[in-house]
T-cell receptor
Framework: EPEVTQTPSHQVTQMGQEVILRCVPI?????FYWYRQILGQKVEFLVS????????KSEIFDDQFSVERPDGSNFTLKIRSTKLEDSAMYFC??????????????FGPGTRLLVL | KNEVEQSPQNLTAQEGEFITINCSYS?????LHWLQQHPGGGIVSLFM???GKKKHGRLIATINIQEKHSSLHITASHPRDSAVYIC??????????FGTGTRLKVLA
């Protein structure tokens, strides 16, 4: 069964460093999402992406964040200058079909980011 | 106040019990999503609803749009059902708002 994959599974970085989290969505999917979950807290929406542009973003997704689909298969989240509070589990998800929102999203296993 | 509230926050049940998890929301939505998060962190989509009721195996989800309320039921619960169950709503075309989750533990 096709699945969403994410790399790395864990990343430790120093405050102020740039990190790139990578996702490979399911191949025929059209909509892509990033979410984060700070330890012990609820999942939070970061950004949605369709047709090579951001569809919607949350208040969390400030200028330090960017997303890209560089090659038609990968979907990346870049954090330019990490802060301690960026430590969280980051989930990627993808969805098929052009009619939102009733199509199931498929989630990746997550990348656990720790900023020291 | 959270826009999406779940109750209970924690639930312990004996194997075989019928379980109900509730979700109430205060915003206009186009659909509601029930998700399951395993102890390792992985998230699995269970149901998406915009009206009525859906059933999959031992899981049943209902939604009442007028009352802004949804329930997730688990019949004949099993220890492998132990997980965090999350309600998320689509508000607007693309924006997801998540509830805080209900932590379920089913004892053998």
């Amino acid at each position: 069964e096709p699945e969403v994959t994410q790399t790395p599974s864990h990343q430790v970085t120093q405050m102020g460093q740039e990190v790139i989290l990578r996702c490979v969505p399911i191949s025929n999917h059209l909509y892509f999402y990033w979410y984060r979950q700070i330890l012990g807290q609820k999942v939070e929406f970061l950004v949605s992406f369709y047709n090579n542009e951001i569809s919607e973003k949350s208040e969390i997704f400030d200028d330090q964040f960017s997303v890209e689909r560089p090659d038609g298969s990968n979907f990346t989240l870049k954090i330019r200058s990490t802060k301690l509070e960026d430590s969280a589990m980051y989930f990627c998800a993808s969805r098929d079909r052009q009619v939102p929102p009733l199509e199931t999203q498929y989630f990746g296993p997550g990348t656990r980011l720790l900023v020291l | 106040k959270n826009e999406v509230e779940q109750s209970p926050q924690n639930l312990t049940a004996q194997e075989g019990e019928f379980i109900t998890i509730n979700c109430s929301y205060s915003v206009g939505i186009s659909a509601l999503h029930w998700l399951q998060q395993h102890p390792g962190g992985g998230i699995v989509s269970l149901f998406m609803l915009s009206s009525g009721k859906k059933k999959h195996g031992r899981l049943i989800a209902t939604i009442n749009i007028q009352e802004k309320h949804s329930s997730l039921h688990i019949t004949a619960s099993h220890p492998r059902d132990s997980a965090v169950y999350i309600c998320a709503v689509f508000s607007g075309t693309y924006k997801y708002i998540f509830g805080t989750g209900t932590r379920l533990k089913v004892l053998a």
